[in-house]
Structure formats: structure tokens, C-alpha cells
């Protein structure tokens, strides 16, 4: 028999990584997309507030612009698109295809009033930028503080 010496750092490694792949399993059976990679259209936004507006970022590489739809409708920005599937292979089989196509669509709510008829949206270099600026009631102001 062979005497192991119990070190718990070494433990500890050993539980995060079972940890780990027990996270992993779970994530694979319940996460929505299922390995289909149309379900992974879902473009990645990233969100900036300021005093004065928030401004959205889409990735959506490959898209035109005419394939992009944006809505603000009540208190809820609306981003909606399709990645329309491109020519079939003309010569050959194809063997993987990984790229996704077909419609996403990414709603946003906001928790401030906004100026819905200020709203702009530019896209460029395969990113959609929205601007949605805030009411002038949901901008903050400095109080003035007097001395009496």
C-alpha cells in the first residue's frame, strides 16, 4: 500500500476542476443554442451610458444595412436583422458550415425616459451604432448650494 501524503491545495484543484466539467455538462444540456449554430446569430451589443445618452454597439460582420432594422418603441429599443444565406458552392461538396444565417432579434429596456425622436443609428465596418438619448428630466444635474 501506498501512502499518499494529503496536501489541500491539491484537493482543492481536483474539486474545481470536477467543478468544472460538472459546469460544463449541465451548461451543454441546458444551454439554448445546443451546439446549432443558427441559435448563435444573436449579435453581442455592448451598452454605454452617460449623462446625457446611451449608445449601443452591435457586431453584425456581414450584414448590410438594409438587412438591419431598428425600433424604440415606449421605453423598449428594438434591434432586428437577418443574415441572408449566401450563394451555394457552385463547384465542390461542402464540408462544415459554421457561419450562422437567418433573423435575431435583441430588445432592450429602459429603466429612464429616453428621447424617442432623437434616436440615431449609423452603421459602419459591420457595427451598428445606436444612440438613444436620455429625456432632459433623466439627465442629472448639480444643484447649486448656497451659503445662508
Avoid: C
Wanted: charge should be negative; avoid cysteine; proline fraction near 5%.
Amino acid at each position: 500500500m501506498k501512502l499518499i501524503r494529503w496536501n489541500p491545495a491539491y484537493r482543492s484543484q481536483n474539486l474545481d476542476s470536477f467543478q468544472g466539467e460538472v459546469d460544463r455538462l449541465f451548461q451543454s444540456v441546458l444551454a439554448p443554442n445546443h451546439g446549432n449554430p443558427t441559435d448563435m446569430l444573436t449579435p453581442a451589443v455592448d451598452i454605454e451610458e452617460s449623462n446625457e445618452a446611451f449608445v449601443f454597439r452591435a457586431d453584425l460582420p456581414g450584414l448590410k444595412s438594409e438587412d438591419v432594422r431598428v425600433s424604440l418603441e415606449a421605453d423598449t429599443l428594438t434591434l432586428r436583422g437577418e443574415r441572408k444565406h449566401s450563394a451555394p458552392v457552385s463547384e465542390g461538396n461542402l464540408r462544415r458550415m459554421e457561419r450562422a444565417f437567418g433573423a435575431f432579434e435583441r430588445r432592450f429596456t429602459f429603466d429612464t425616459p429616453v428621447q424617442g425622436d432623437a434616436v440615431t443609428a449609423v452603421y459602419r465596418d459591420g457595427v451598428l451604432e445606436v444612440t438613444v438619448p436620455k429625456a432632459e428630466v433623466a439627465k442629472a444635474r448639480e444643484i447649486q448650494i448656497k451659503i445662508g
